[in-house]
């Protein structure tokens, strides 16, 4: 029997049972945008940046299971302007100042707001008000970048092994916190952790090496995230 | 044919953004010869002598008179463009949208380290605008047209917009000139 395969925009492609439709389609050669998604971690779905269209239902790709003979939607204008739109509201609903930020070139949001031709959101800026936590000696957590995407949890969780991030709050209250202690040195968190690397943004930081790479070579200077055509 | 107009004007900027503009080298003489500047800092002609095809805005707005000038400008150009990160998300003046106003004046006029102020008096003169509750990018005042993110935007970007702007073609930024910083 010939392998399982579903329709990705209009074009068939192979799938293993239990891959996700995101990983279906990389295997396939086709990227699609996510940010709380990273190989090696168990899917969470939080961002909803990797929105595709499944038979008709908008689904997180990252997280929905690839199925015979599936229609799915990922390359349209409307689902174009959904990611742009979660995109924007990533950078209004924190305090993104890219021009003084250490992770600027390296940053994942940021590079999506360039591959997506974001060039300003519809949004109105919220401005929150958010805390910096530089208690730690070698590392520090700058909530005013973090978009909850849990992969800083989830890295020390199952790569680290030490549970040194969780979340507290809900809705907009919600935030990444140290988890055995109300401040970053009270926990087992450590410069050399996996979890500092897996943060996509410029929240979760080393101290003292920062801007280290010349603008014109960071990683996304020159080329997209994703490695292709922008405005996807 | 008469040569296209362009006004651009700071706001709440460093005026690095135009900085950038004269950084297009000597491309500055055929730009020159393309367009007339009108209102401008670059030839200090302080209001609009006529209707301009293009009006470039560097910085956000902080204060009453912010907002008056970009007001004009929205009036007076066909198309209006938010020049840098000022203008397109507030920016670095924008840092003091996190502290309530009245605290960042405290600091400014009273409290700061190296204040010398006995009479402890915030400046409340009439003929200094007013400042807004917080510093709004251009976008969220009046429409704008295109938006050109930076700090500043390069060289390049401005001189690929003008030029796609003043032949009425549309604006689309090449990958490596769309950047945030
Ligand atoms: S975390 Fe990314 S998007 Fe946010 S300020 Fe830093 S570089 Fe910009
Ligand atoms: S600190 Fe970084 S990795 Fe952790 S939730 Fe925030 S953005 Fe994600
Ligand atoms: S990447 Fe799928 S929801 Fe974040």
Known sequence: MSEPSLILDGREIPFVPGQTILQAAEDAGAWIPRLCHKPGLEPCGSCRVCVVRANGRTVSSCTFPASLGMVVECDTPDLLAMRRLIVEMLFVEGNHFCMSCEKSGHCELQALGYRLGITA????????????????????????RCILCARCVRTSRDLDGKEAFAFVGRGPHKRIAASAGSRLRDTSADVSDRAIDACPVGALLRKRVGFSVPVGRRPYDAVPIGGQEVGR | MSKPRVATTSL?????????????????????????????????????????????????????ENVHVLRRFREMCDVLVSVGDCATTGGIPALRNLVPLEECLEEAYV???????????????????????????????????????????????????????????PLALPYALLKYD
């Open chain 2, 111 to 169: 409290k700061g380290p190296s204040v010398h102020n006995p009479s402890r008096r915030i400046p409340d003169d009439p003929e200094i605008p007013l400042l807004l509750d917080k510093v709004y990018p251009a976008h969220e005042v009046v429409k704008i047209d295109y938006h050109l993110p930076g700090c500043p935007p390069s060289a390049d970007t401005l001189w690929e917009a003008l030029n796609a702007l003043l032949s009425g073609k």
């Open chain 1, 121 to 144: 959101p519809q949004l109105e800026y919220q401005f929150p008000r958010r805390e910096v936590d530089a208690s730690h000696p070698d590392i520090l957590i700058d909530h005013n």
């Open chain 2, 12 to 64: 709440c900027g460093c005026f690095g953004c135009h900085m950038s503009l004269l950084d297009i080298d000597e491309r500055i003489l055929q730009l020159a010869e393309i367009v007339e500047f009108d209102k401008s800092p670059i030839n200090d002609h302080k209001d609009f002598t006529q209707r301009c095809t293009v009006g470039l805005i560097e910085g956000g707005c902080a204060n009453a």
